[in-house]
Nanobody, 127 residues
């Protein structure tokens, strides 16, 4: 099982990036998917999640209205569209997945909810 995160890079404040998470070895359509991020010296925090059952989405307060999570089960992939980026969004971003029947949406932001993790992609927001 592998999750491959990509799409990170250097962007100016106010800019946009789209992260991708491609899965292999599992059928992503029956998994809840989340994005986490970890800035230097800080704990890994939940950014957003999307349900496998009904497509419900969840966001951290710090990214609401700026980030959009989506999935394309036909491509076994998920995405995080990030707009109006701020310097405080700078971090390594990770995608994670958990079997839908085991996922507790009420604590979607907890690292322990996810068994599968990608390797991370660096996002740097700086002028």
């Amino acid at each position: 099982v592998q999750l491959q995160a990509s799409g990170g890079g250097l962007v100016q404040p106010g800019g946009s990036l789209r992260l991708s998470c491609e899965a292999s070895g599992l059928t992503l359509g029956v998994y809840a998917i989340a994005w986490f991020r970890q800035a230097p010296g800080k704990e890994r925090e939940g950014v957003s999640a999307i349900s496998d059952v009904d497509g419900s989405t969840y966001y951290a307060d710090s990214v609401k209205g700026r980030f959009t999570i989506s999935r394309d089960n036909s491509k076994n992939s998920a995405y995080l569209q990030m707009n109006s980026l701020k310097p405080e969004d700078t971090a390594v971003y990770y995608c994670a997945a958990e079997a839908g029947y085991m996922w507790n949406r009420n604590i979607w932001y907890e690292k322990a909810e996810y068994d599968y993790w990608g390797q991370g992609t660096q996002v740097t927001v700086s002028s």
